[in-house]
């Protein structure tokens, strides 16, 4: 098998430029001293609101363009929390907004540096699930008419938003072949009540798609337990890392990001190990 594309998330938080270029530059220190390949940059709706070139200005620009790692950009992860306008919002005016915004950042961004992978996020559950699908079917088809072969892909949610229900993701992945998609696994277990049964019955159904795994996000869980524990913490009943890994973690392209640790480098090692076993096992 090909070494796994591994990547991490640090959940760097803005406090302001010059903190924020140090961070930066810390971040990718460490994702090339232990190689990763991808660094995964959060964009959620606050930073957007006080505006792009308030965080991503010339010099931190400047930064991503000397890395040698590849970049992800997650949006709007705090979108269900918020309300905020998506890309899945079966009212076409509200969806309107939200394509405005994201043609605002896809145009910031691939002026400036190109990033490998927008990650975007469904919004609250206000509709039955297909007209939330066929909004973000012709969301996504609009973006891609201004920007063919744009990298994109849709992340499963928490409770009480769209794409919650491993059913309604496999449901989605049936509809199209254009859609790719990031799975969370903790929320994934979840979705399903932490039944193991369930849970790797949707995995085999969702191995027939592993060519279109943008991301899998591994965090760990277990029935009663957080959606987001680290993969080296031991859990009573926790997620068969080994049987994720075999029905969709074999796709040479897919990303293995960790979500869980941060900037440390002593957990992000941790993570790569168990991920490795998982691979091997």
Known sequence: MPPLKTGFNP???PRDRKHLIKQLRDIVAVANRLEFQVVELNLDSVMYELGLRTFFDADLIEVL????????LNVFRDASDRNWPTLTDPNSIDRSVALRQF???????????TIEMYVVHPGRQMSADSNHLDALTESLHTIHSLFPGLPIAVENTNS????HAMDSVLAMLDSTASIRFALHTGRAFHSVDANHVAFEARLDYLGQFADRMAEIRWHNTAPGQSTSIPLHIGLERGIDLHRVMRSIGRNPGTVHMIDTVGLNPA???????????AMNG
């Not at 363009?65 to 992800?72: E, G, L, Q, S, V």
């Not at 043609?103 to 540096?113: M, S, T």
């Not at 009480?160 to 794409?163: D, H, I, K, R």
């Open 103 to 113: 043609v605002q950042i896809v145009e910031f961004f691939e002026q400036r540096h």
């Open 11 to 13: 959940r760097i938080v």
């Open 160 to 163: 009480g938003a769209v794409l």
């Open 65 to 72: 363009n000397d890395a040698p790692t590849r970049f992800h």
């Open 267 to 277: 957990g992000l090692i941790r993570e790569v190990r168990v991920l490795q076993s």
